[in-house]
């Protein structure tokens, strides 16, 4: 219809079909805009960067937003990058963390082990740790370094896993890869949470770091992760998904941040269960989709960060890296936080 209309007006006036042709590709890419969009709900859209959540449970800012410093909540136009990571990960382990305490009260809780105690306060004191403590101390009365704490499952702690895109194409976002870096290290010295690393770089993944709550491990690690003319960020999301279920049977509630820029080229090696697959004519994009409903089918919570943010969405079914990482965070109802530029 479209196309017989645009010859009649060609043949009438060539202005007005281009005038037609315009408006139809406008049309198109605002729809094109709204598809990738849907089911999703833009809580943060600036010029430096978008958050935007698939996370039913997190619709709106509105009584959820946590104050991230003085003056936040008053100049939101102003907020830094760094600051709306550190938005979208706190909302998502906020989510995360009662969702880990749903899963307590339903059933009884059950002694991990151990951890020392940050306030003095009345605590149930795990008597074999601090014998041992005690032991290992020389001491012959128990003082209050010697206690430790029982440390039960399900009490809403977090394993951060941070899946790293090492490729080349990173060096371009390299600014942005320091901002999100920062914020998540922010993040752990604040809530003491656990933290581990997994380099996504060659033709595999690697697990860099394993769950740890030291800082200065983490950045120590980081520093040694070098870059490659490869990303195969499906064999890191799979590395992430497995450790996540570790450390979930461990009592801690995992979180998965991806930060890449989507431009995958390398596909996973081994198969993939019939029931999550894919059907893509590129591998390393349908692999990274399938292994995202793995994660959405385990219910873990996830938070993706897009270093190279573009709004010109594709045309014809061809997947660009914004695209691709949104689709993750939709399939598991994750966390979209992105850098324009």
Not at 107 to 121: D, N, V
Not at 146 to 157: Q, V, W
Not at 159 to 183: E, G, P, T
Not at 222 to 229: E, N
Request: hydrophobic share 45%.
């Amino acid at each position: 219809m479209f196309i017989a209309l645009l010859i009649g007006l060609l043949f009438y006036d060539y202005r007005l079909a281009l005038l037609a042709l315009l408006i139809y590709a406008l049309l198109s890419m605002f729809r094109e805009r709204r598809r990738i969009y849907e089911s999703g709900h833009i809580l943060m859209n600036l010029r430096t960067g978008i958050l935007v959540s698939f996370d039913k449970s997190i619709k709106t800012l509105r009584e959820k937003r946590p104050e991230i410093e003085k003056g936040f909540k008053a100049f939101p136009k102003f907020v830094l990058f760094s600051h709306l990571i550190e938005l979208g990960m706190r909302l998502k382990s906020l989510s995360a963390k009662k969702m880990g305490r749903r899963k307590a009260i339903r059933a009884p809780s059950r002694e991990l082990g151990f951890k020392i105690p940050r306030k003095r306060t009345m605590i149930p004191i795990s008597w074999s740790a601090t014998l041992r403590q005690l032991v290992k101390r020389g001491g012959r009365r128990i003082t209050w370094d010697d206690i430790r704490e029982k440390l039960y499952e399900g009490k809403g702690r977090l394993s951060l896993i941070v899946i790293l895109d090492s490729s080349a194409s990173m060096i371009y976002s390299i600014r942005q890869l320091h901002l999100a870096l920062s914020a998540i290290r922010r993040k752990v010295l604040m809530h003491r949470d656990r933290i581990s690393l997994i380099s996504c770089k060659g033709f595999g993944a690697a697990l860099v770091l394993h769950p740890t709550p030291s800082v200065n491990l983490f950045l120590q690690k980081l520093r040694m992760v070098g870059l490659s003319d490869y990303t195969p960020l499906a064999s890191g999301m799979y590395l992430g998904y497995k450790l996540a279920l570790r450390e979930r049977r461990q009592g801690y509630v995992p979180l998965i941040v991806i930060i890449s820029d989507g431009n995958v080229n390398v596909g996973l090696d081994i198969p993939l269960p019939e029931n999550v697959k894919v059907h893509y004519y590129e591998k390393a994009v349908a692999d990274a989709l399938s292994v995202s409903k793995l994660i959405a089918k385990e219910k873990i919570p996830t938070v993706v960060i897009n270093t190279r943010h573009r709004d010109d969405f594709s045309q014809g079914g061809i997947f660009t890296g914004t695209e691709l990482m949104l689709s993750i965070a939709k399939i598991t109802e994750g966390m979209y936080i992105a850098i324009k530029g």
